[in-house]
């Protein structure tokens, strides 16, 4: 981030955890970014990484008696981490706005739609009941609802769910909040509606110049609308990168899961779509080292122990928290590309060069770290004498490259077959307060 | 909406004709005594019983005599008259029921009250010492007899022979229209006990079902608004959760108003509930048939005046 430009929106070091009967729940836990006015981050990560209580937790509406909240929340310069609830209550809805996933449980089945965007107007604004009712239907036509008038003076299941999310945009909209925080915002509506929410939230913000965080599982969401996207897993942000940046060259290999269970329809048909192998982990009991490890195709011995810092790896802008080196992750992901088998960390052909171990405990069919035998994956810098892939789409780095921090003496990736020393990690339900 | 209310009071007069026929056979199926005898005095001649057996009809069989009674109350509503001192069973219901709803209204302030206020304060802070306090008092008050409660409480609180000499003790009521004060003084600890149980189910019932709706997705949007969080639980909140409040309110009401049996006798309250007593001692068909009719119309009614409410209560309900 420039100097020059303070950021509308500076989290640092988030961490948000919840006591609960089973133990801490550790849902955010060192969360940095920032945004900008005008700016849209996307945060994307599946159910249970933290990117709703993250943006939950900068509108103050985390806390509760049994929550732990520490970092720092700075909006437009004022710290929201600590400040008092009624401080906080005179930020919501004002300056900071919120819309969330189902907009038919979100909004009061027993209030007129009137009524709840009149209530929002007058919670910040001194204003009579006819004014604010006169802003409300003036956001309501904005936000593209035909006949406002008559359809503010109906309940919101009188509505289709697009114009229920409608209404929540204009109700967020109301007080021309500076930073809009949309949680999900289409998931529950159809695909044709949700892009005309995509849409209409790109415009408000093109006319209003307000920043958006937008918090969505789905990559194909986030792609539309995000000038920058962030990458949770749980509970950390492992990737960060401007959109553009982080869809062409993703470094990290949660986020290349991610894009290779999406569906495209620039590529063939017959591609298959790969699903991450395994689940999310344990928020409670979570795994040491690199969080990924336990689902990570490429992970190592040391993967397990130490924790891969958020940094940059030439490009200044495009953060990621991988152990593996930056030329052999650029490496790995061009073979993806190009249509490689997928690493499968825990089947797999059957190998056809490397032996099967024959010493330690037989091979666990849940134990992630099995070898993926084949096919090998060669680190990027070694002359190989047959590359058996095109090269990379990215320009790959010039000077040869060191080979990997593990020297790996033949076969070219040897994952090490350790059977992991302590159980697997069993994934529990996240709690998701 | 008019159409369903019409069809309702139209099984309504169904019910009502089920119930006394209920009554009816019962009475004759397990006579608390008989009503000839009762009538004719001390040492009656078999003949006076005989006589009065005709005078009253009870020498037709039992499916004739319930025809008259249909048949006059039909055509000229006309409820008869007691077997015990020929007094018309429709003006002896008239006389006493401004007592009864008197009791009736009162208590229901007093329950509302003090279960919604309780509720409310509870499901703000579950778990907090208020609310393990109220909640083991409500549960005290769920379980104790209310004639038990209302002699514990003429016992304290009586000006006769109570400790504490408060408020006037039993049979001290007079109509409201003879002595506003009187009648209000007299009619509080009626009032408290009969609400007491019913205010500690209300707290209880309130306390879970708001605590539900402060966890759904509204009230997060209400937060995310920036609403006071007096506001958030009194309006949106309490607005979700009062539905079924109201449902027990409609149809306790209506319990009560078909006669406080328990807290009539105990404070010696001239109302429909004492009437019915009085009328199960003396075998008084009548009598009991018409409180019987009387009580089954307003638990009926209530019920209705529920139903409808619902539909303002809830926008989403609609009746076809």
Known sequence: ?????????????????????????????????????????????????????????IMGLTRA????????????????????????????????????????????????????????????????????????????????????????????????????????????????????????????????????????????????????????????????LAHDVAVMYAG????????????????????????????????PREEDLVAIPGRPPSLIHRPGGCRFHPRCPYVREAHRRVQPELVADGDPQHLTACLLEGPQRRALWARLRAGDAPPPPTTGPPPTTAPPPTTGPPPRPSAPAEPPAAPPVPPPAEPSPAPPVPPPAEPSPGPPVPPPAEPSPGPPVPPPAEPSPGPPVPPPAEPEP | M?????????????????????????FYLLPSADPAVLRAGRNPSPEVVAQIRVQLGLDRPWTVQFAHYLG??????DLGYSYHNDASVKSEIFERLPATISLALGALVVWLTAGIAIGVISAMRPGSVFDRIAMGGALVAISAPVYWL???????????????HVFPGAGS??????????????????????????????????????????SQDFIRTARAKGLRQRRVVLRHGLRGAITPVVTAAGVDLGVVLGGAILTESVFNIPGIGRLAVDAINDADLPLIQGTVLVGALFIVLANLVVDVLYAFLDPRVRYS
Not at chain 1, 207 to 219: Q, Y
């Open chain 2, 2 to 26: 008019t159409g369903y209310v019409v069809r309702r009071l139209l099984w309504t007069v169904v019910l009502l004709f089920v119930v006394s026929l209920i009554t009816f056979v019962i």
């Open chain 1, 236 to 267: 950390q942000i492992v990737e960060q990168a401007p959109a553009a940046t982080l869809f062409s060259a993703p470094e990290h290999p949660y986020t290349w899961g991610l894009l290779r269970s999406m569906p495209r329809l620039d590529r």
């Open chain 2, 173 to 214: 009521y007079v109509p409201l229209t003879h002595d506003p004060v009187r009648w209000f003084t007299s009619l509080i600890m009626p009032w408290c006990v009969l609400a007491s149980t019913y205010a500690a189910i209300y707290a209880r019932l309130l306390r879970a079902t708001l605590i539900e709706t402060l």
């Open chain 1, 65 to 224: 008696p049994h929550t732990r909240i520490a970092g720092s929340i700075r909006l437009a310069g004022r710290e929201l981490a600590t400040a008092t609830q009624d401080e906080l209550r005179r930020v919501r809805g004002d300056e900071v706005a919120m819309i969330f996933q189902d907009p038919l449980s979100s909004l009061h089945p027993y209030f007129k739609i009137a009524d709840q965007l009149v209530e929002a107007v007058r919670a910040h604004r001194a204003v009579g009941r006819g004014e604010a009712l006169r802003r409300a239907l003036e956001l309501l036509d904005l936000v593209g609802i035909p006949d406002a008038r008559r359809r503010a003076a109906g309940y919101p299941h009188e509505l289709s769910g697009g114009m229920r999310q409608r209404v929540m945009i204009a109700m967020a909209l109301v007080n021309d909040p500076k930073l809009l925080i949309a949680d999900e915002p289409t998931t529950a509506l159809d695909v044709t509606v949700q892009a005309q929410i995509l849409e209409l939230l790109g415009r408000m913000q093109a006319e209003r110049g307000m920043a958006i965080v937008i918090v969505s599982h789905d990559l194909g969401v986030v792609a539309g």
């Open chain 2, 72 to 77: 006059r109350l039909v055509l000229h509503f």
């Open chain 1, 1 to 57: 981030m420039s100097v020059a430009e303070t950021p509308l929106l500076a989290v640092r070091d988030l961490q948000v955890s919840f006591d609960t009967a089973d133990g801490v729940v550790h849902a955010v836990d060192g969360v940095s970014f920032d945004v900008r006015a005008g700016r849209t981050l996307g945060i994307v990560g599946e159910s249970g990484s933290g990117k709703t209580v993250s943006v939950l937790t």
């Open chain 2, 150 to 164: 209302g002699l514990v409480a003429l016992y304290l609180f009586a000006d006769d022979f109570g400790v504490l």
